[in-house]
Protein backbone atom coordinates (compact mmCIF):
# COMPACT_ATOMS: atom_id res chain seq x y z
CA UNK A 1 0.00 0.00 0.00
CA UNK A 2 1.15 4.01 -0.67
CA UNK A 3 -0.35 6.24 1.42
CA UNK A 4 -0.36 10.29 -0.37
CA UNK A 5 -0.60 13.11 1.74
CA UNK A 6 -1.33 16.54 0.41
CA UNK A 7 -0.52 20.27 1.49
CA UNK A 8 -0.22 23.26 0.40
CA UNK A 9 -4.02 24.53 -0.74
CA UNK A 10 -5.18 27.77 0.25
CA UNK A 11 -7.41 30.92 -0.98
CA UNK A 12 -5.61 33.16 -3.07
CA UNK A 13 -6.56 35.65 -6.05
CA UNK A 14 -6.52 35.38 -9.71
CA UNK A 15 -2.95 35.93 -10.95
CA UNK A 16 -1.53 34.63 -7.81
CA UNK A 17 0.80 31.14 -7.63
CA UNK A 18 0.48 28.34 -5.23
CA UNK A 19 2.82 25.06 -4.93
CA UNK A 20 1.13 21.64 -3.75
CA UNK A 21 3.32 19.54 -2.32
CA UNK A 22 2.50 15.49 -1.56
CA UNK A 23 4.40 13.42 0.07
CA UNK A 24 4.17 9.10 -0.14
CA UNK A 25 4.82 6.66 2.30
CA UNK A 26 4.59 2.85 1.88
CA UNK A 27 5.69 0.60 -0.54
CA UNK A 28 7.06 3.76 -1.99
CA UNK A 29 9.97 1.96 -3.98
CA UNK A 30 7.25 0.32 -6.89
CA UNK A 31 5.42 3.62 -7.78
CA UNK A 32 5.52 4.62 -11.47
CA UNK A 33 3.01 7.40 -12.19
CA UNK A 34 2.35 10.20 -9.40
CA UNK A 35 0.20 13.04 -10.06
CA UNK A 36 -3.03 15.08 -9.29
CA UNK A 37 -6.55 15.31 -10.06
CA UNK A 38 -8.78 17.99 -9.38
CA UNK A 39 -12.65 18.62 -8.65
CA UNK A 40 -14.81 21.48 -8.86
CA UNK A 41 -17.93 21.57 -7.23
CA UNK A 42 -20.75 19.95 -9.98
CA UNK A 43 -17.94 19.18 -11.90
CA UNK A 44 -16.54 15.86 -12.66
CA UNK A 45 -13.14 14.50 -11.92
CA UNK A 46 -9.89 15.45 -13.70
CA UNK A 47 -6.30 14.75 -13.98
CA UNK A 48 -4.41 17.52 -14.08
CA UNK A 49 -1.04 16.77 -14.18
CA UNK A 50 1.23 13.95 -13.87
CA UNK A 51 4.76 12.46 -14.26
CA UNK A 52 6.12 8.91 -14.34
CA UNK A 53 9.40 7.74 -13.22
CA UNK A 54 11.13 8.39 -16.17
CA UNK A 55 9.79 12.53 -15.81
CA UNK A 56 7.40 11.83 -18.66
CA UNK A 57 4.77 14.53 -18.34
CA UNK A 58 1.02 15.12 -18.94
CA UNK A 59 -0.79 18.11 -18.37
CA UNK A 60 -4.67 18.88 -19.42
CA UNK A 61 -4.87 21.76 -22.02
CA UNK A 62 -6.77 24.33 -19.60
CA UNK A 63 -3.46 24.12 -17.09
CA UNK A 64 -0.53 23.93 -20.40
CA UNK A 65 2.11 26.84 -19.90
CA UNK A 66 0.62 27.94 -16.10
CA UNK A 67 0.92 24.83 -14.08
CA UNK A 68 4.36 22.69 -13.46
CA UNK A 69 4.73 19.18 -12.03
CA UNK A 70 7.65 17.98 -10.38
CA UNK A 71 9.13 15.13 -9.03
CA UNK A 72 11.73 13.62 -5.90
CA UNK A 73 12.20 10.06 -6.36
CA UNK A 74 14.50 10.59 -3.35
CA UNK A 75 12.17 11.82 -1.09
CA UNK A 76 9.19 10.12 -2.42
CA UNK A 77 7.46 13.78 -3.00
CA UNK A 78 5.77 15.38 -6.39
CA UNK A 79 5.03 19.03 -6.53
CA UNK A 80 2.73 21.28 -8.62
CA UNK A 81 3.29 24.47 -9.23
CA UNK A 82 0.06 26.65 -10.33
CA UNK A 83 1.09 30.08 -11.58
CA UNK A 84 -1.64 32.17 -13.17
CA UNK A 85 -4.45 30.86 -11.17
CA UNK A 86 -7.89 31.60 -12.40
CA UNK A 87 -11.13 31.05 -10.33
CA UNK A 88 -11.83 28.21 -12.76
CA UNK A 89 -8.74 26.42 -11.36
CA UNK A 90 -11.08 26.55 -8.14
CA UNK A 91 -11.07 22.95 -6.88
CA UNK A 92 -10.35 20.43 -4.36
CA UNK A 93 -7.02 18.50 -5.50
CA UNK A 94 -5.61 15.30 -5.20
CA UNK A 95 -2.41 13.23 -4.96
CA UNK A 96 -2.59 9.97 -7.23
CA UNK A 97 0.19 7.19 -7.33
CA UNK A 98 0.40 3.79 -9.17
CA UNK A 99 2.48 1.21 -9.67
CA UNK A 100 1.74 0.83 -13.12
CA UNK A 101 2.84 2.70 -16.46
CA UNK A 102 -1.20 2.77 -17.72
CA UNK A 103 -4.52 2.54 -16.42
CA UNK A 104 -6.34 3.55 -13.55
CA UNK A 105 -4.55 5.52 -10.45
CA UNK A 106 -5.17 2.95 -7.39
CA UNK A 107 -3.42 5.26 -4.74
CA UNK A 108 -5.32 8.32 -3.72
CA UNK A 109 -4.61 11.17 -1.00
CA UNK A 110 -7.36 12.51 1.06
CA UNK A 111 -7.14 16.09 -0.98
CA UNK A 112 -6.25 19.69 -0.49
CA UNK A 113 -8.91 22.42 -1.53
CA UNK A 114 -7.84 25.27 -3.74
CA UNK A 115 -10.21 28.73 -4.11
CA UNK A 116 -8.83 31.04 -6.56
CA UNK A 117 -11.39 34.46 -6.07
CA UNK A 118 -11.79 36.79 -8.82
Known amino acids: QVQLVESGGGLVQAGASLRLSCAASGRTVGIDRMGWFRQAPGKERELVAA???????YYVDSVKGRFTISRDNTKDMVHLQMNSLKPEDTAVYYCVADLSSEGAYDFWGQGTHVTVSS
Open 51 to 57: IARSKRT
